[in-house]
């Protein structure tokens, strides 16, 4: 059972323009969400994170926003640079266990 | 739905044993990967493996640790002389293309007394 899901495998954006990266939970019990992102040919590196007490984060170019009456958050990046290209991976965690979303690729186009 | 599965959910070895913990991939998945979460600390790379050799390692992934696809199936990650701080949960990955979704098992939680 996915608990956690990326429902777009991909997501193409012009530089200097919005990504918006989305993801779906089912587990009311989450109590915090992270976001990695994972260059091609190296391991995942943590991006931002998110209580589930909160409704928004933001640092730099990137904000979490969630939504738990929908049991949905976004990682919003602005603006958006070809170096952001990657895959990024939306994980919820509850007290002894990590979920994770199946990744969205990202290409910003120059 | 197909899934990666994980065995066992949870292991308590003495230090100094050998623990090997196993992984089934997707079926028709090519690239497999493992990771590991100790408690309270961020997600971390250990290994990559794609057509039966370690594509990419960390430097967590000493010499303690290896991989292996014996049977074309299961996926295993062997730690030879454990030690207190590899006491982590660990997942297990797989995807079909190299940089396609990856899929994750729910995790071999392994305790190192």
């Known amino acids: 059972d996915q608990q956690v899901k990326q429902n777009s495998p991909s997501l193409s954006v012009q530089e200097g323009r919005i990504s918006i990266l989305n993801c779906d939970y089912t587990n009311s019990m989450f109590d915090y969400f992270l976001w990695y992102k994972k260059y091609p040919a190296e391991g995942p590196t943590f991006l931002i994170s998110?209580?589930?007490?909160?409704d928004k984060n933001e640092d730099g170019r990137f904000t979490v926003f969630l939504n738990k009456s929908a049991k949905h958050l976004s990682l919003h990046i602005v603006p958006s640079q070809p170096g952001d290209s990657a895959v990024y991976f939306c994980?919820?965690?509850?007290?002894?266990?990590?979920?994770f979303g199946t990744g969205t690729r990202l290409t910003v186009i120059p | 739905e197909p899934e990666v599965t994980q065995t066992p959910s949870h292991q308590v070895t003495q230090m100094g044993q050998e623990v090997i913990l196993r992984c089934v991939p997707i079926s028709n998945h090519l690239y497999f990967y493992w990771y590991r979460q100790i408690l309270g600390q961020k997600v971390e790379f250990l290994v990559s493996?794609?057509?039966?050799?370690?594509?990419?390692k960390s430097e967590i992934f000493d010499d303690q640790f290896s991989v292996e696809r014996p049977d074309g199936s299961n996926f295993t990650l062997k730690i030879r002389s454990t030690k207190l701080e590899d006491s982590a949960m660990y997942f297990c990955?797989?995807?079909?293309?190299?940089?396609?979704?990856?899929?994750f098992g729910e995790g071999s939680r392994l305790t190192v007394l």
């Open positions: 994980f919820g965690a509850g007290a002894n266990n990590l979920f």
């Open positions: 493996f794609y057509n039966n050799e370690i594509s990419e």
């Open positions: 990955a797989s995807s079909e293309i190299e940089f396609g979704e990856l899929f």
């Open positions: 998110i209580s589930s007490i909160k």
